[in-house]
């Protein structure tokens, strides 16, 4: 994959300004609907089940994040899920947690189940948790783990007949058939509530102006994780609550340029 190529998904984003339907967690709510402004999406966070399927219908994607869910909110999920489906909306899934709770787990694999889910987004225990294979998880967040992530991701891919992310120190992105790995990012995104919910609505702005899911994919996760090191650099030794703010400056002002320079996209 090019760079010239990232760099006009980018471009698209930041043209077309697509709609980014997040029914997503009440922890990370602001700082999705910021960062995704920041970026030149339009962020929608509409919950209700009385409104999602109108909503998804006319987004340009749909995120679902179950990093704080509850019955209501599951339901509303698979009708705006549904609807986007018939519409020909992406989905972009992210099973925050999975693999915590035997109610996490089995939400996760209900909505893969019940929805045609466009790009699943997680770090490597929630991907595993979700296709059934063993994998170490404290809390929602990633455990040390054993296994290839990389083949982690292709069989997921394969499984679930979808585009994969798995994000990490390194980034996988795998279709099944074509896969990726990303070596851009910053250690300091992991002290930062939100950074992962965030990237997976990113994710959902690139699918709604590129069909090419894999192309969408790499060009969302280069673009954050440069946006990641620009950030880091322009607040260095400050900590996390400048470099938050400064993340959302970057991902407002990235250049064409940066990406050039800055892109270390790998493929397998």
Known sequence: MKTEQIEQTLKKVKEFNPLVHNITNVVVTNFTANGLLAL????VMAYAKEEVADMAKIAGALVLNIGTLSHEEIEAMLIAGKSANKHGVPIIFDPVGAGATPYRTETSRRI?????????RGNAAEVANVIGTEWTIKGVDAGEGSGNVIE??????????????????????????TTYVVHNGHPILTKVTGAGCLLSSVVGA??????????????????????????AKQTAGKGPGSFQIELLNALATITSEEIRHHANVEKL
């Open 206 to 231: 690139f699918s709604a102006v590129e069909k090419n899911l894999l192309l969408a994919s790499v060009s969302a996760i280069t673009t954050y994780g440069v946006s990641a090191e620009l950030a």
């Open 112 to 120: 893969v189940n019940e929805l045609t889910i466009s790009i699943l």
């Open 40 to 43: 030149g999406a339009s962020p």
């Open 152 to 177: 982690l991701a292709q069989i997921a891919a394969k499984k679930l007949q979808t585009t994969v992310i798995i994000t990490g120190k390194d980034d996988v992105i795998s279709d099944g058939e």
